[in-house]
T-cell receptor, first 114, second 115 residues
Framework: AQSVTQLGSHVSVSEGALVLLRCNYS??????LFWYVQYPNQGLQLLLK??????LVKGINGFEAEFKKSETSFHLTKPSAHMSDAAEYFC????????????FGQGTELSVKP | EAGVAQSPRYKIIEKRQSVAFWCNPI?????LYWYQQILGQGPKLLIQ????????DSQLPKDRFSAERLKGVDSTLKIQPAKLEDSAVYLC?????????????FGPGTRLTVL
């Protein structure tokens, strides 16, 4: 069975500092991996996804993530945090033969201090 | 391009009442998903449609939840009767296909409070 674990339910950084949100997955077959962002009272918006091409994936708003099979990780990073990055971030996994069903982690709330 | 539309945005009901949520996916998207997001948790899939057929409803509490997607476009999710633990945000999403890497596009959600 697949699962996703996000380390840290809350992360706080200063504006301009590095953002690192951690995600580890469990899957018996190569997975597809996603990062979504959710702003208050809004739906989820795709930041980036890994689909077995390049292991370093670049997304919107300056975010990127690296797929590391040996560590079963897909951590999300951004070199310099902006106030507008404050939101909830979800890591999710799917498999090619499960109809696109997404399994989400519990989420990490990112706060950005001025 | 219009996104996924959901209504109502907020709903407050008392336990044992019934409630219905509506979703209109992105035009042309064959696959439609309903997720339940309880406060402090990630979304959990309730049911998935491909056109007007059910692909996966393994986590749908069928004794009280029902969903339909008539004509393969709009969808309605119903809860009858509601319980306190049904308080959550109900998210609708759509994608163009069934493949694992297909991007799902989410609506704004309906926030349900059961008193």
């Amino acid at each position: 069975a697949q699962s996703v674990t996000q380390l840290g339910s809350h992360v706080s950084v200063s504006e301009g500092a590095l953002v690192l949100l951690r995600c580890n997955y469990s899957s018996s077959v190569p997975p597809y991996l996603f990062w979504y962002v959710q702003y208050p009272n809004q739906g989820l918006q795709l930041l980036l996804k890994y689909t077995s091409a390049a292991t370093l994936v670049k997304g919107i708003n300056g975010f990127e993530a690296e797929f590391k099979k040996s560590e079963t990780s897909f951590h999300l990073t951004k070199p310099s945090a902006h106030m507008s990055d404050a939101a909830e971030y979800f890591c999710a996994v799917s498999r090619y033969n499960q109809g696109g069903k997404l399994i989400f982690g519990q989420g990490t709330e990112l706060s950005v201090k001025p | 391009e219009a996104g996924v539309a959901q209504s109502p945005r907020y709903k407050i009901i008392e336990k044992r009442q019934s409630v219905a949520f509506w979703c209109n996916p992105i035009s042309g998207h064959a696959t439609l998903y309903w997720y339940q997001q309880i406060l402090g948790q990630g979304p959990k899939l309730l049911i998935q449609f491909q056109n007007n057929g059910v692909v996966d409803d393994s986590q749908l509490p069928k004794d009280r939840f029902s969903a339909e997607r008539l004509k393969g476009v709009d969808s309605t999710l119903k809860i009858q009767p509601a319980k306190l633990e049904d308080s959550a945000v109900y998210l609708c999403a759509s994608s163009s296909g069934l493949a694992g890497p297909d991007t799902q596009y989410f609506g704004p959600g309906t926030r349900l409070t059961v008193l």
